[in-house]
């Protein structure tokens, strides 16, 4: 009788803290601590999964920028499940549907590009939750299967999904403040490689007119309580972007990391590949 209690109690216990749990990267944010993406652009689950219990908080699981289909986002999706990061999907564009696949797939949060007015930043809002929060539409299919617990998967999600949104334009910059104060969104990522062009720089972050931008966005997240986020290549950036006030790091891709981990090999043995510079490719 005691031990059939004391399993009942057991079970209780788990189904509660099963019930209760928290997003890890929402947790991090909250606290104000960094956290950091794996970015994700080759269409491989084997990839995503030995990406995701390598350290890195959230896979961005890249679908703007690569040939990664919403099949095979699927796959990577599901290879993540037990490993540490949590999977996000970078959505082609910011629209409801685009949103709406991304989640029903089993991703846990959407980053949603240009998203440069507060009528797109409501949207991105909206696209993450169920009525009455939101507007997702339900048939969530696969990402209920993801995510089995015990509580109903749409109260699970609604607590749970991340809300990130790019400013990238000029455009965003001069409304930040409407958009930041928008109900709802877990980050700002600043696009920086993409804000340059939008001031005409073509990929000069460093120049005074993109830096005072990114620094009014960051100014902006600090003011309304909103986690702000950049990209970064390497150590060094990382830790001057963190001691900036940036929570949000997305790190190298996948790709890059296979280069970089490559070159130091490759060059202790005098190898190289063929210099464009030298020898145009085309």
């Known amino acids: ?10 079970a209780a216990c788990a189904a509660l803290c099963a019930q209760n749990w928290e997003n890890p990267v929402k947790k991090l944010l909250k606290e104000g601590k960094p956290v950091i993406a794996g970015t994700v652009t080759i ?8 990406m995701a219990n390598m350290g890195f908080d959230l896979l961005w699981i890249e679908m703007e920028h690569s040939p990664i289909t919403l099949e095979t986002a699927r796959n990577m999706v599901l290879a993540t499940r037990g490993l540490k ?11 409801l549907w685009t949103a709406k696949r991304a989640l029903d797939t089993g991703a846990l949060g959407v980053i949603f590009p240009f998203t440069s007015t507060p009528e797109l930043a409501k949207q991105a809002a909206d696209s993450t939750k ?6 997702r539409g339900s048939g969530p299919g696969l990402a209920s299967f993801r995510w089995l617990g015990p509580e109903p998967y749409a109260d699970f999600v609604d607590r749970n ?10 455009r965003a910059v001069d409304k930040i403040e409407e958009i930041a104060a928008t109900p709802g969104i877990d980050v700002l990522f600043i696009g920086a490689n993409d804000l340059s062009y939008s001031y005409g720089k073509r990929g000069n972050q460093e120049d005074p007119v993109v830096k005072e931008a990114i620094a009014k966005v960051l100014a902006t997240g600090k003011k309304y309580g909103v986690p702000v986020g950049r990209p970064a290549g390497n150590v060094a950036q990382i830790d001057q972007y963190v001691k900036a006030g940036f929570q949000f790091i997305q790190g190298p891709s996948d790709l890059n990391m296979l280069a970089g981990g490559a070159a130091p ?8 590949g063929i210099d464009p510079a030298k020898a145009p490719l085309y």
């Open 85 to 95: 990061a949590v999977p996000c999907i970078r959505v082609p564009v910011n629209e």
């Open 43 to 50: 269409p491989s689950a084997d990839v995503a999964a030995q």
């Open 130 to 135: 169920y009525p009455p929060r939101g507007r």
């Open 161 to 170: 999904a991340l809300t990130i949104i790019i400013i990238e334009e000029k």
């Open 265 to 272: 090999l490759l060059k202790a043995l005098g190898k190289s």
């Open 1 to 10: 009788m005691l031990r059939r209690l004391f399993l009942t109690s057991l």
